[in-house]
């Protein structure tokens, strides 16, 4: 099942459900890309970034990339490309000066995203899951539409600056520029992590693809998010692990495999002083 949206303003949104797709593209807008079913696994300048539900991708126009799904249970994957001066209005009106904004004519700074994954939660969460919703139900509404995607935009500025712009400034450095290094660096670590959290995690590995040495990557990047590499790969499995609780028939022991942990005993340990429930009785309350 595919739809494709595309509004008079050349915005367009796509929506697609399938079992197995492989394509490479030069992506012509700016995109934002959502998984709620499943996973798509995307390659960026030879980094791979596996969405799930739980983030999204964003990818720069005139960025080449790979994509592929490969799954016995359906993959529904939902994308919003916004046309450049869409965007370059949307920055004027944040970031322009009373006069500017008078002026009807005068073109926004062409935007640049950082091209990585983010948490998909909170208002962005709500916003893309309503907007959804409205047009599987056949909603043709070029205004509404555009103001989802209005506040869309939004609520990825606000994650951007909690993601990115207050995580920087909580570097110990001087320098603008070294903190923004170190911060790239550090978001090559959590892709690995988020695209290999089911594997056999080295912090020699992480390090290694993030360009540090393990002890700078562990102190920058504890001082960054405010935990350890290995605390945040823990919350990353227990969260796939939730998910995968709540929306698949997979029984405890194949869910314990799946997410890379090795013990069912210390995973039921951590989940229930996580979330406060064991995994059985959480799986039972999703499913009743």
Same mark, same amino acid.
């Given at each position: 099942?595919?739809?494709?949206?595309?509004?008079?303003?050349?915005?367009?949104?796509?929506?697609?459900?399938?079992?197995?797709?492989?394509?490479?593209?030069?992506?012509?807008?700016?995109?934002?890309?959502?998984?709620?079913?499943?996973?798509?696994?995307?390659?960026?300048?030879?980094?791979?970034?596996?969405?799930?539900?739980? %983030?999204?991708?964003?990818?720069?126009?005139?960025?080449?990339?790979? %994509?592929?799904?490969?799954?016995?249970?359906?993959?529904?994957?939902?994308?919003?490309?916004?046309?450049?001066?869409?965007?370059?209005?949307?920055?004027?009106?944040?970031?322009?000066?009373?006069?500017?904004?008078?002026?009807?004519?005068?073109?926004?700074?062409?935007?640049?995203?950082?091209?990585?994954?983010?948490?998909?939660?909170?208002?962005?969460?709500?916003?893309?899951?309503?907007?959804?919703?409205?047009?599987?139900?056949?909603?043709?509404?070029?205004?509404?539409?555009?103001?989802?995607?209005?506040?869309?935009?939004?609520?990825?500025?606000?994650?951007?600056?909690?993601?990115?712009?207050?995580?920087?400034?909580?570097?110990?450095?001087?320098?603008?520029?070294?903190?923004?290094?170190?911060?790239?660096?550090?978001?090559?670590?959590?892709?690995?992590?988020?695209?290999?959290?089911?594997?056999?995690?080295?912090?020699?590995?992480?390090?290694?693809?993030?360009?540090?040495?393990?002890?700078?990557?562990?102190?920058?990047?504890?001082?960054?998010?405010?935990?350890?590499?290995?605390?945040?790969?823990?919350?990353?499995?227990?969260?796939?692990?939730?998910?995968?609780?709540?929306?698949?028939?997979?029984?405890?022991?194949?869910?314990?495999?799946?997410?890379?942990?090795?013990?069912?005993?210390?995973?039921?340990?951590?989940?229930?002083?996580?979330?406060?429930?064991?995994?059985?009785?959480?799986?039972?309350?999703?499913?009743?």
């Amino acid at each position: 099942m595919k739809y494709v949206k595309e509004l008079s303003n050349r915005n367009k949104i796509v929506s697609e459900t399938t079992c197995e797709a492989i394509s490479e593209q030069k992506n012509t807008a700016y995109t934002i890309k959502f998984v709620f079913a499943g996973t798509e696994d995307c390659e960026i300048h030879k980094r791979k970034l596996s969405i799930y539900p739980d %983030s999204f991708a964003v990818l720069n126009a005139g960025t080449t990339y790979s %994509s592929k799904i490969d799954s016995l249970t359906p993959v529904n994957t939902f994308s919003i490309s916004f046309e450049k001066k869409f965007l370059q209005d949307f920055q004027l009106s944040l970031t322009g000066s009373a006069e500017q904004l008078l002026e009807t004519e005068t073109p926004g700074e062409a935007p640049s995203f950082i091209e990585s994954l983010y948490p998909f939660k909170g208002d962005m969460r709500y916003n893309i899951l309503h907007l959804k919703s409205q047009l599987d139900r056949g909603l043709n509404d070029e205004m509404l539409i555009n103001e989802y995607l209005h506040h869309c935009l939004l609520n990825y500025y606000k994650i951007y600056n909690q993601e990115v712009l207050q995580k920087m400034e909580r570097l110990s450095f001087i320098k603008t520029k070294t903190k923004q290094e170190i911060l790239k660096r550090l978001t090559l670590a959590k892709e690995y992590i988020n695209s290999n959290y089911n594997q056999n995690i080295l912090l020699e590995n992480i390090a290694d693809h993030a360009c540090l040495s393990v002890n700078h990557l562990l102190r920058t990047f504890k001082e960054a998010y405010q935990i350890s590499p290995y605390q945040y790969l823990v919350q990353l499995r227990l969260a796939r692990a939730k998910h995968l609780l709540q929306n698949t028939p997979y029984s405890l022991n194949e869910i314990v495999g799946l997410v890379g942990f090795e013990c069912p005993s210390s995973f039921i340990r951590l989940f229930k002083s996580t979330f406060n429930v064991t995994p059985a009785k959480y799986k039972r309350m999703k499913t009743a």
